[in-house]
């Protein structure tokens, strides 16, 4: 490719990457000001929308304008007076941008992308100086994004098809006395509630340093009524008072966000029981480096240079990990924490791989 040729492409992708930017941050308008499940209940005006959502008509209109252009919104006259148009959102799109319970809903992840930039002069502070950014100061955006981009797969999957696929966890997740689980950086909770849903007898104990994600996860667990055999704890799970009283510690998504994961490793170790389980899922990433990457290992290096990487060096010392964490890397990780094998579970999830840490 010449000079040129490889100029204009890169023109071309930085402006057709501008598009998916200005997508991203009208649907974060639409999703935070509740713009989306008042076009759910059916064609509305412009004035209409700003009435039923509390927001200023002339900003509402340049929404809906937009909106149609890019092909998001259905418009009913075209001509004639802006104020008078009646704007819908299709069937199709109402499932990804307003139906919580469906695995194709991505406003969360809309949102989880506005939170990761949030702190841009910080970040390049940290990229200048070194340094990080700890996990709660992205603030809500990333704290609401992050929980509910995994609701639904968790809700449906963890306990619906992932952990069935693992027969001897499954079995001892069904059987009598209960079996006693801890999610390890529980995060908002869905893990922990997922498990409690699909398997009725467990007990399930949700662990995060977080004091926001477990608040959000204890109501939660009341709103989904499984608060009864799940308990959140704003706790560190190497508590000595904790070894040996569970039989499966699940670790979702988290590892690769910990400064010091052999550490943590080291302490799931010691959580688990006699014959007791380790399961970690993280990233679904390549098994080596190997540029240009496919459409998901893009995806998560941009997660690594904005967010986790700069969320897990804001502890010293730092292993500085960042989304990137791939199965060579984890098994060295685990072999140091002491765990003897790490087997990669035959489960297959769009974004993530499962691993089964032998002691």
């Not at 696929?165 to 909770?189: I, K, N, Y």
């Not at 409690?196 to 109501?219: C, F, M, R, T």
């Not at 308990?231 to 904790?242: M, N, Q, T, W």
Request: with cysteine; proline share 6%; net charge negative.
């Amino acid at each position: 490719m010449t000079k040129e040729e490889q100029a204009t492409a890169l023109v071309e992708k930085i402006i057709g990457s501008a598009s998916g930017f200005f997508n991203v941050f009208s649907i974060y308008l639409g999703h935070k000001l509740g713009l989306y499940r008042v076009l759910a209940g059916g064609p509305i005006i412009s004035s209409r929308l700003a009435e039923a959502t509390g927001t200023h008509e002339r900003y509402v209109r340049e929404w809906l304008e937009q909106q149609a252009v890019a092909g998001i919104l259905e418009v009913g006259a075209k001509d004639g007076d802006g104020q008078t148009r009646a704007y819908s959102l299709p069937e199709g799109h109402a499932e990804v941008l307003v139906e919580e319970d469906s695995l194709n809903y991505l406003s969360p992840f809309v949102q989880l992308l506005v939170g990761a930039v949030s702190p841009l002069p910080r970040l390049l502070d940290v990229y200048r100086n070194g340094g990080g950014i700890p996990y709660g100061d992205y603030g809500q955006d990333v704290l609401e994004g992050q929980g509910g981009v995994n609701r639904a797969p968790l809700l449906q999957l963890l306990g619906g098809e992932w952990l069935p696929a693992v027969t001897e966890v499954h079995a001892r997740l069904q059987a009598t006395p209960p079996a006693r689980v801890v999610d390890f950086g529980c995060g908002a909770g869905w893990s922990s509630i997922g498990l409690a849903k699909a398997y009725p007898n467990v007990q399930v104990h949700g662990l995060d340093l977080d004091a926001q994600s477990i608040a959000a996860a204890e109501k939660n667990a009341e709103d989904h009524g499984v608060a009864d055999r799940v308990k959140f704890e704003v706790r560190d799970a190497g508590d000595p008072a904790l070894a040996g009283q569970y039989d499966l510690v699940l670790a979702v998504e988290c590892v690769h966000d910990m400064s010091n994961p052999i550490a943590a490793l080291k302490v799931m170790r010691q959580l688990a029981g006699k014959g007791g389980t380790v399961i970690v899922i993280d990233e679904r990433v390549g098994e080596q480096f190997d540029p240009p990457g496919s459409e998901l290992e893009w995806m998560m290096y941009g997660w690594s240079i904005l967010h986790c990487l700069p969320a897990g060096m804001a502890d010293t010392p730092s292993a500085g990990t960042g989304t990137v964490l791939r199965p060579a890397k984890l098994a060295e990780y685990a072999e140091a924490a002491g765990f003897a094998r790490t087997e990669e579970l035959p489960v297959f999830a769009d974004f993530f791989r499962f691993y089964r840490l032998h002691p």
